[in-house]
């Protein structure tokens, strides 16, 4: 089993920045991918970013240019680097981890953590 625990997440005013973390533990294999995803009101979960084993990324176009996805393989953390952000970033973003492919959710979640642009 892995645990992933979201922090980080809270207000900011459009073309502001946050920064997100996703805390691995238990069994967690450095070689799965690690994601973040999104869920805003009303729509369904969405893919924001991934990156492999190997650190290979991958981003929503929505995301690309203003987030940055990075791992300290380490200590098992996910970051998410969130920049220039707009109203239409605001959701609950969960952390993932189980699978070897970037684009490809596993079974492990995190609780989520919320984010609001909003001014």
């Known amino acids: 089993q892995v645990q992933l625990v979201e922090s980080g997440g809270g207000l900011v005013e459009p073309g502001g920045s946050l920064r997100l973390s996703c805390a691995a533990s238990?069994?967690?294999?450095?070689?799965?991918?690690m994601a973040w995803y999104r869920q805003a009101l009303g729509k369904q979960r969405e893919l924001v970013a991934g990156i492999t084993g190997r650190g290979i990324t991958e981003y929503a176009d929505s995301v690309k240019g203003r987030f940055t996805i990075s791992r300290d393989y380490a200590k098992n953390t996910l970051f998410l680097e969130m920049n220039s952000l707009k109203p239409e970033d605001t959701a609950v973003y969960y952390c993932?981890?189980?699978?070897?492919?970037?684009?490809?959710?596993?079974?492990?979640w995190g609780q989520g953590t919320q984010v609001t642009v909003s001014s």
């Open positions: 238990g069994n967690m294999f450095s070689g799965y991918a």
């Open positions: 993932n981890t189980g699978r070897w492919e970037a684009t490809i959710p596993g079974g492990y």
